[in-house]
């Protein structure tokens, strides 16, 4: 995954685009910005909550990896440092380069 998720930190949202695409890619969502940018979200197959979920940061760190999900990254790394020692260790872990295979 490309890293472009760290250039919407701290923008604020003033709309959002969903698109199906029959020619691919066939899911879009465009982040739309106060400041005119948009970021766009897309893949062949995705969905997304029906609402909001509370406990930030360190909550959707522990939901993902109690659904058996592996922190890639975490944006902004200030932040993470920040929150709480599970969101460090998450952190920690998402940085780490890859053991090499023996």
Same mark, same amino acid.
């Given at each position: ?7 919407? =930190? ?10 199906? !695409?029959? !020619? %691919?890619? #066939?899911?879009?969502?465009?982040? *739309?910005? +106060?400041? %005119?940018?948009?970021?766009? =979200? /897309?893949?062949?197959?995705?969905? *997304? &909550? $029906? ?22 990254? =975490? /944006?902004?790394? +200030?932040? @993470?440092? @920040? ?5 460090? #260790? +998450?952190? $920690?872990? +998402? ?5 090499? &295979?023996?």
């Amino acid at each position: 995954m490309k890293h472009g998720f760290e250039k919407i =930190i701290g923008r604020t949202v003033s709309g959002v685009v969903v698109a199906s !695409n029959p !020619n %691919g890619p #066939q899911h879009q969502v465009f982040v *739309c910005f +106060a400041d %005119g940018t948009a970021f766009e =979200i /897309y893949g062949e197959s995705f969905s *997304c &909550a $029906d609402g909001l979920d509370t406990g930030g940061l360190p909550e959707a760190i522990r939901y993902a990896e109690s659904m058996g999900g592996k922190i890639e990254r =975490i /944006y902004p790394t +200030a932040l @993470a440092q @920040a929150v709480s020692t599970e969101a460090k #260790q +998450a952190l $920690d872990r +998402a940085m780490r380069p890859p053991k090499e &295979a023996k």
